[in-house]
Nanobody, 116 residues
Framework: QVQLVESGGGLVQAGGSLRLSCAAS????????MGWYRQAPGKQRELVAI???????NYADYVKGRFTISRDNAKNTVYLEMNSLLPEDTAVYYC??????????WGQGTQVTVSS
């Protein structure tokens, strides 16, 4: 079974930075998409940034210019560099992996807390 291991979350002051990492392991024949979602208390999970298998990437409007997603294909690892963090960015950040049109996986989540 595929597993995703996230790291890098924590507490940071507004305006600060964090770098999240997500490493995928297991039987992975291909990566259709890999990236990050987040869920704040009382809200639905939402897309933050994602890579697609062909190399394209997409960002949520509220993080454009502040967050950068990158990946190491050889290591099946994706990163999210978060700069100029705002209290509104406080959420649990989940790594996401899609390996086929029907197979998707989620990490357990890492807490990001931004204090004002």
């Amino acid at each position: 079974q595929v597993q995703l291991v996230e790291s890098g979350g924590g507490l940071v002051q507004a305006g600060g930075s964090l770098r999240l990492s997500c490493a995928a392991s297991g039987s992975i024949s291909s990566i259709y998409a890999m990236g990050w979602y987040r869920q704040a208390p009382g809200k639905q999970r939402e897309l933050v940034a994602i890579f697609f298998g062909g190399g394209g990437r997409n960002y949520a409007d509220y993080v454009k210019g502040r967050f950068t997603i990158s990946r190491d294909n050889a290591k099946n690892t994706v990163y999210l560099e978060m700069n100029s963090l705002l209290p509104e960015d406080t959420a649990v950040y989940y790594c996401y992996l899609r390996t086929s049109p029907l197979d998707n996986y989620w990490g357990q989540g890492t807490q990001v807390t931004v204090s004002s």
